[in-house]
């Protein structure tokens, strides 16, 4: 075959590649990508529910926050914190305070938490026999990292205070159960 059979050959070969392509490409300009939604449609408000309780010690916190979805694994939040501590004949305490959140769901079942949680507190313990009653006023810091079960809207499990120190600590533990639901 000589040069011009082969162009006669693959002529008709190469206008319909250069149709094929010409057409993928139009189909390529005509796409239309999805509107972003809107920052509130992310959005989540719910909280936290922590209680602790022992011989005679009683934790009670409240944790209101909100959260933004940046998609379906990941979601970061705020939150504020009300507490009340209290050890039976030694101290009672009220803990106010703010957190920054971060919720990693791996698989729909699961939440994994980081939580950086800086309160302020405010102490009163009781006179004993060797000590006179006194006040005790401080922040503290704490780094909780928790795992628990989701299903809906709400989970339902454990962190600890990586920052735990047991004679600093705001805390009788490191440990401490949830339950938080965000709507």
């Known amino acids: 075959m000589n040069k011009n059979q082969?162009?006669?050959v693959f002529k008709p070969f190469y206008v319909i590649m250069v149709l094929f392509f010409f057409n993928y490409t139009s189909a390529q300009q005509n796409y239309v990508i999805d509107q972003s939604p809107?920052?509130?449609?992310?959005?989540?408000?719910?909280?936290?529910?922590?209680?602790?309780?022992?011989?005679?010690?009683?934790?009670?916190?409240?944790?209101?926050?909100?959260?933004?979805?940046?998609?379906?694994?990941?979601?970061?939040?705020?939150?504020l914190q009300f507490g009340y501590l209290y050890q039976k004949n030694y101290y009672d305490s009220f803990v106010y305070g703010a957190s920054f959140l971060t919720y990693v769901n791996p698989i729909p079942q699961i939440?994994?938490?980081?939580?950086?949680?800086?309160?302020?507190?405010?102490?009163?313990?009781?006179?004993?026999?060797?000590?006179?009653?006194?006040?005790?006023?401080?922040?503290?810091?704490?780094?909780?990292?928790?795992?628990?079960?989701?299903?809906?809207?709400?989970?339902?499990?454990?962190?600890?205070?990586?920052?735990?120190?047991?004679?600093?600590?705001?805390?009788g533990s490191g440990f401490m159960p949830f339950v938080r639901a965000y709507f």
């Open 38 to 79: 809107n920052f509130w449609d992310k959005v989540q408000f719910g909280g936290g529910l922590g209680l602790g309780f022992g011989s005679g010690y009683t934790n009670i916190s409240v944790m209101p926050s909100a959260i933004y979805n940046v998609n379906e694994i990941v979601s970061l939040g705020v939150g």
């Open 111 to 171: 939440q994994l938490s980081a939580e950086l949680e800086q309160v302020r507190v405010n102490t009163n313990y009781e006179a004993t026999y060797y000590f006179p009653a006194y006040s005790d006023n401080f922040w503290n810091t704490a780094l909780y990292l928790g795992a628990g079960y989701r299903t809906g809207n709400v989970t339902i499990g454990a962190r600890y205070d990586v920052l735990y120190n047991p004679n600093t600590s705001l805390y």
């Open 6 to 8: 082969i162009s006669i």
